[in-house]
């Protein structure tokens, strides 16, 4: 990238001049799938495979929004949309920042998922569909919470008494039950290596 | 800063371990003010100058939040209060992300930003009172907003039917009215530099 190329709209730093100076495109790594099918592991992984590589990340998961941005919202169908919603905008800001951003949710939703690709542009929105079938993620429970459902403590939960809608066209599809964590990782840094994104 | 140690909590990719990728730290640089008081002006000037310095940079304003996130709320005293809670909650987040991060908001009431002080710690903290008398700021007028309230079209307007809490012991003043733009871009870069930040 050219920085003379690189128009100053209204005198202000733009998203182009942030990725120049990071040297890098930025995007929005979307991970859904099930609970415990392994979202969080990987983009943990992810994120730091690239920050070994130099490149300039952030994560937005649970830990960090359930306890701030979004801790005035619960766990109805219109609570969980609004979640969504406001990690989609944040998550084009932080794309407007030049960061390659990681966002690991449920977000069981077909719809709230296309409302995030539509605040971004195509090569900026990769939805990675992390796949493991209900009766491994309930095996792994790694925060017990389908012990909870079991004991009747939890109620819409996704994919046991609320939908899981699966991506139907993801950009990725990563197989937790039959990929390594490696191979996984793997195969997330080659698609942005290949959209030349990094 | 020596990468060795910096603590790899849980395998993750911790805030010091961005701020050191980008060779300096992060702080949010708070712009508070009447409308007209040169607060967008000036923060967008310093984030020129920081970028310029090859500086990682990012700015929240009324463009991209009330556009993007904070679209369901309107003006009532209670939207604004959540309206700067968001703010706060996602400014934290950037400077999680390692990011130098301007805010300019009117944000008049002392609680509400003494909530976004209370989510970072002393050093990441930084209030930049921008001052202009209110008759500087009306005559000024850049969004015609002061000419609206005159003709009765908009009201809980911030200085005029609606309070604007001065600022107790903010970090920096900037006065509009006798610095200029450059001098106070000046003030705030060398603020930064004095405290190590950058």
Do not use: F, H, Q, R
């Given at each position: 990238m050219n920085q003379k190329n690189i128009t100053w709209h209204e005198g202000k730093v733009q998203k182009a001049n942030r990725q120049h100076l990071n040297g890098h495109k930025s995007a929005l790594l979307w991970f859904?799938?099930?609970?415990?099918?392994?979202?969080?592991?990987?983009?943990?992984?992810?994120e730091k495979k690239l920050h070994e590589l130099g490149l300039h990340t952030f994560r937005l998961d649970g830990d960090n929004i359930r306890r701030g941005l979004n801790r005035d919202l619960a766990f109805s169908e219109e609570d969980r949309t609004e979640n969504i919603r406001r990690i989609g905008e944040v998550s084009k800001l932080f794309v407007d920042a030049g960061i390659l951003t990681l966002a690991a949710f449920i977000s069981p939703f077909k719809e709230d998922r296309e409302f995030v690709r539509s605040l971004l542009s195509n090569e900026e929105f990769i939805e990675i569909y992390v796949q493991a079938s209900i009766e491994t993620c309930a095996g792994r429970d790694p925060k017990g919470l389908y012990e909870k459902v079991r004991k009747g403590e939890l109620k819409n939960f996704s994919g046991i008494d609320s939908p899981y809608e699966i991506p139907e066209s993801p950009e990725i599809v990563i197989d937790t039950e039959n990929q390594s964590i490696d191979e996984s990782v793997l195969r997330i840094v080659n698609h942005l290596k290949n959209k030349r994104l990094i």
């Open positions: 859904t799938g099930l609970s415990g099918s392994g979202k969080s592991t990987i983009s943990v992984e992810v």
